[in-house]
């Protein structure tokens, strides 16, 4: 898994920035507001997701441009994929000149903010997770779109009240509750991969013993059970909850309450945690997401990390740089810090939104 080239063009702060990037340590370097977190966030965008600091597309075009556009070449399994996204007031993909096309990139993402993941509330892990298990599981990309749409149906109707929309209440919650149940049955599949990876990769971080675990609303086991098995259990979680839901207006059951619960030396990571440990805590999680992809499909994901290893201390650093050996990484920094020395990467410098090689 390669990204070869990626342009950029009225794409945040880039009016039209191109880079060739190199199979193995990729470093982008700059001053800050250069651009250097845009290529990564232009690169995101190309597994599918959704920008991890815009909340719509419009805020990713330039200002004064109508749209935005990123291209790309990935190499996948010994081909070549030409990826185009417009983006706007609607968002055009085409791969090799197919409309809405699977995205081919897999990527995994790092940047200071992960501290959340640890520290942050239950949101945040499940974004974790949809942007891991999407990037594996299509189906779950699916499901994931479905849930959404119809969750959002489901709470429009509650808010607004009207007794009259109650048969049609239902109607929502009976698929909701079936799209729940396809993406209960793959995080949960993931999340017990991740607790076998994890705490390994946490103890030779050198951190405390890590354990975690995924939890659902109550009354759910998914432990051994399809998504058929799943169903009706999520269908009697809500018709217990019908009465509440419709009293507080707001949707009460269903995968939107999912958490993963994280623990060190057995006490809770998200209350206890210090800054350091919700660093290291976060560095594992990551790591064993890497470890996951690349036993399921052959091939590691490329990594982008954002500022990473300024938050890192020299003996975390040369862990973090080993451990992603091997693999394609795309790595943003204020100066080089000695990282194209240590890894012998290829060194882009970016200054006011245009790329320099070299």
């Excluded at 109607?171 to 390994?200: G, H, K, Q, V």
């Excluded at 217990?240 to 999912?258: F, P, Q, V």
């Excluded at 091939?299 to 040369?318: G, H, I, N, T, Y």
Aim: aromatic share 6%; net charge neutral; glycine share 8%.
């Amino acid at each position: 898994m390669i990204l070869k080239k990626l342009r950029a063009e009225d794409f945040r702060l880039c009016g039209d920035a191109e880079c060739v990037f190199e199979p193995g340590v990729n470093v982008i370097c700059g001053i800050n507001a250069q651009g250097k977190t845009t290529l990564l966030e232009a690169a995101w965008l190309l597994t599918g997701q959704r920008s991890f600091r815009a909340r719509s597309d419009k805020e990713l075009v330039r200002f004064g441009a109508e749209s935005a556009r990123v291209s790309a070449t990935v190499e996948t399994d010994g081909r070549d994929f030409e990826c185009e996204l417009i983006l706007g007031a609607r968002r055009r993909v085409t791969v090799n000149g197919v409309k809405r096309a699977p995205l081919p990139l897999r990527a995994i993402l790092f940047s200071p903010t992960d501290l959340d993941l640890v520290r942050g509330g239950a949101a945040e892990r499940r974004r974790f997770m949809d942007a891991a298990i999407s990037q594996l599981r299509p189906a779950y990309a699916k499901a994931l779109a479905e849930a959404s749409r119809l969750y959002e149906h489901k709470t429009r109707i509650l808010r607004d009240g009207d007794p009259a929309m109650l048969d049609v209440l239902e109607d929502f919650s009976l698929r909701y509750a079936a799209a729940c149940s396809r993406l209960i049955y793959y995080r949960n599949a993931w999340c017990r991969r991740l607790a076998e990876t994890a705490p390994a990769v946490h103890k030779a971080i050198g951190g405390e013993t890590l354990e975690l675990s995924y939890k659902t609303v109550t009354g759910v086991d998914p432990e051994g059970k399809k998504p058929s098995d799943i169903y009706p259990l999520l269908v009697e979680h809500w018709r217990a909850h019908r009465e509440a839901e419709i009293a507080s207006g707001s949707c009460l059951s269903g995968a939107h309450k999912d958490d993963i619960e994280l623990s060190l030396d057995g006490l809770s990571a998200r209350t206890y945690a210090s800054q350091g440990q919700a660093r290291t805590a976060a560095l594992s999680l990551k790591l064993a997401e890497r470890d996951i992809s690349t036993l399921d499909t052959g091939s590691p994901p490329v990594m982008l990390l954002d500022d990473v290893l300024s938050e890192l201390d020299p003996r975390r650093q040369d862990f973090f740089l080993n451990s992603i050996a091997g693999g394609q990484v795309l790595i943003t920094c204020c100066e080089d810090e000695g990282v194209s020395s240590r890894t012998g990467g290829k060194v882009l410098t970016v200054e006011a939104g245009r790329v320099r090689q070299g």
